[in-house]
């Protein structure tokens, strides 16, 4: 009786075994997750504690699970890529990282803390997958820059400018629309009230978040076309402009029609829903007129 012999292909079961991906090293994958978790855990227990209860850094936590949600998702593809030796490059980058969370940890620099974590991550890539692992998963890595504190300075520089611009768009439009609205500089005067427009309505930090939210779309929406996902990209930021106009209008509507303690209370924390919502949709809409417009084209004589 001739013997023979055959390699069966890796079984995964149960629920832990659907979520990870086929032909992972366990340990190796253990070891990696449990150092990873050591450094960053305290970081983002710290963060929740302090920026992250704040109107210009509450997207942080969102920032964060997507990204995470994103590296996921490719969890196979990237354990289908081969292992690779750890080259010069991705340690010397290792290296880098480490040193900037060092520093961020000990000196308490949010900038060198929080953007520690796509470099480490993305030296782990490159050591142990090479720079097919880093082309692969460079949207959530690049994504979660976006949950890196912004500098003080270069906030308050930027953010006078666009607050001003703000208040001027919305309360021309009001003024249009039969509203008695005056403006002083982003101080808004409706009827009896004065509303100051504040950083968090209409600063830095919330253009920051909002163009965050489009390139989030735009992963999803998954377009082939290169230049059609560079031109949403940049309309992004006249997106996030307008986006910032109408919550500072709702916000003065509710206070000029309600009074001042609706306008506070829990309206203005929907305000912030508003503008998520207002921008999203001006972005589909945008997206949908360019699927339409190529239709058009496509279907006119040559």
């Keep these: 009786m001739a013997l023979s012999s055959s390699t069966a292909a890796p079984r995964r079961s149960g629920r832990l075994g659907d979520l990870l991906p086929i032909g992972v090293d366990l340990p190796a994958l253990a070891m990696v997750l449990a150092g990873a978790l050591l450094m960053y855990v305290p970081t983002w227990l710290d963060l929740s504690r302090t920026l992250w209860v704040t109107d210009e850094q509450g997207q942080g936590p969102i920032i964060l699970i997507a990204s995470l949600y994103l590296l996921f998702t490719k969890r196979d593809r990237l354990a289908a890529l081969p292992d690779v030796a750890a080259s010069a490059g991705s ?98 005067m409706v009827g009896q009230y004065q509303l100051l427009v504040a950083d968090a309505c209409a600063g830095l930090t919330s253009m920051f978040t909002l163009e965050a939210l489009g390139l989030l779309y735009l992963n999803f929406a998954g377009h082939a076309a290169a230049w059609r996902n560079v031109l949403l990209a940049v309309l992004v930021v006249p997106v996030a402009f307008i986006a910032n106009v109408i919550r500072v209008i709702v916000l003065v509507l509710v206070t000029y029609h309600f009074g001042d303690a609706a306008g506070q209370g829990f309206v203005h924390g929907f305000a912030g829903i508003v503008l998520f919502v207002a921008a999203l949709l001006l972005l589909i809409a945008i997206d949908g007129s360019i699927s339409l417009l190529q239709r058009f084209l496509r279907r006119r004589p040559a």
């Design 91 to 188: 340690i010397t980058l290792l290296a880098f990282g480490l040193l900037l969370y060092a520093v961020g940890r000990s000196q308490n620099i949010w900038l060198f803390e929080v953007g520690s974590q796509p470099v480490v991550l993305g030296a782990l890539l490159w050591m142990f997958k090479g720079l097919a692992g880093l082309r692969l998963c460079w949207f959530p890595l690049f994504f979660l820059i976006f949950m890196v504190p912004l500098p003080g300075q270069l906030v308050a520089a930027l953010t006078a400018p666009l607050k001003s611009a703000v208040s001027y768009v919305a309360a021309g439009a009001m003024y249009q629309l039969g509203y008695p609205v005056a403006r002083s500089g982003v101080v808004l």
